[in-house]
Nanobody
Framework: AVQLEESGGGSVQAGGSLTLSCLVSVSLYSNSNYIGWFRQAPGKEREGVAVIDQRDLQRDEGTTHYADSVKGRFTISRDNGKKTVYLQMNTLRPEDTAMYLC???????????????????WGQGTQVTVSN
């Protein structure tokens, strides 16, 4: 069964905005420690973009972490009722072009909040293309 399903990608001009959604299965949403957005451009390594701490689900807003490259432009958030994690992306740049993937961590070796190796389950991804 699909446990993470991304949507919302597309093509936009530089300076534009997109909102990505990651629908998470009920069990995974409750049992994950972190859910994050990652991206991978052709020929480049997968990198962490934004992560939300799922260990504090009693709060509507979880603790968040952002890569320096997106701070002030991207916002990660969640809707506990919809079991969905969002990535609001503003002031998009051509260098933001990549496949964006949602991932969840349930345990295992910890390589840091932004390392893909820390995450156990992945969605298929949604493409974001930003043009000049």
């Amino acid at each position: 069964a699909v446990q993470l399903e991304e949507s919302g990608g597309g093509s936009v001009q530089a300076g534009g905005s997109l909102t990505l959604s990651c629908l998470v299965s009920v069990s995974l949403y409750s049992n994950s420690n972190y859910i994050g957005w990652f991206r991978q451009a052709p020929g480049k390594e997968r990198e962490g973009v934004a992560v939300i701490d799922q260990r504090d689900l009693q709060r509507d807003e979880g603790t968040t972490h952002y890569a320096d490259s997106v701070k002030g432009r991207f916002t990660i958030s969640r809707d506990n009722g919809k079991k969905t994690v969002y990535l609001q992306m503003n002031t998009l740049r051509p260098e933001d072009t990549a496949m964006y993937l949602c991932a969840a961590r349930v345990g295992g070796v910890w390589y840091g909040v932004y390392s893909p190796k820390s995450y156990n389950l992945w969605g298929q991804g949604t493409q974001v293309t930003v043009s000049n």
